[in-house]
């Protein structure tokens, strides 16, 4: 079965503590991407990627960073979290296919 | 830059309603649109996909239109049951697959 994997789905966290959502996809899609959904500003692109080692920032990249050294995935990492990257985070691969969204607290 | 609005925001129907949501986008030059359905809190699950050359795309209840030249897309329901309620979001992808631009959301409501 097709389909775009996250994990944690859930966390709760502290101003600046480092952490990496992971996001997995088993369709060798060359695309990936990554949304946050805020309410009020819908889901906006974060960072995409057109393949391995190649990636590039979408309308929202300040405070995060990715990397993709193989295919199927593209991690999320937060350096140095902040409350205002409070928020529901989307992992996409090609067209419909997205992941099941992790939802982060930072306090 | 690609901007998407969505009409209604918010919609409340008896169930049976026969309903149309609307989807409007500014830059014409767009590679394919998607409708999605999201529960509260959840994931974005695809409804109908359609590509720029198309015109129209139907899945059991739904049928989906796109009109480039004008950059509108509608969304009909037929039959609204309890279980359509959910926000539906319109997102045009116009970078081949490499950057949707989503609209903010119909947020629906059939009562039974």
């Known amino acids: 079965e097709a389909q775009v994997t996250q994990n944690p789905r859930y966390l709760i966290t502290v101003t600046g503590k480092k952490l990496t959502v992971t996001c997995s996809q088993n369709?060798?899609?060359?695309?990936m991407s990554w949304y946050r959904q805020d309410p009020g500003l819908g889901l906006r692109q974060i960072y995409y990627s057109m393949n391995v080692e190649v990636t590039d920032k979408g309308d929202v990249p300040e405070g995060y960073k990715v990397s993709r050294k193989e295919k199927r995935n593209f991690p999320l990492i937060l350096e140095s979290p902040s409350p205002n990257q409070t928020s529901l985070y989307f992992c996409g691969g090609y067209e419909q296919y997205f992941g099941p969204g992790t939802r982060l607290t930072v306090t | 830059k690609q901007e998407v609005t969505q009409i209604p925001a918010a919609l409340s129907v008896p169930e049976g309603e026969n309903l149309v949501l609307n989807c409007s986008f500014t830059d014409s030059a767009i590679y394919n649109l998607q409708w999605f359905r999201q529960d509260p809190g959840k994931g974005l699950t695809s409804l109908l996909l359609?590509?720029?050359?198309?015109r129209e795309q139907t899945s059991g209840r739904l049928n989906a239109s796109l009109d480039k030249s004008s950059g509108r897309s509608t969304l009909y329901i037929a039959a609204s049951q309890p279980g359509d309620s959910a926000t539906y979001l319109c997102?045009?992808?116009?970078?081949?697959?490499?950057?949707?631009?989503f609209g903010p959301g119909t947020r629906l409501s059939v009562l039974p």
């Open positions: 997102a045009v992808d116009d970078n081949y697959g490499q950057n949707f631009v």
């Open positions: 359609i590509q720029s050359s198309q």
């Open positions: 369709m060798n899609h060359e695309y």
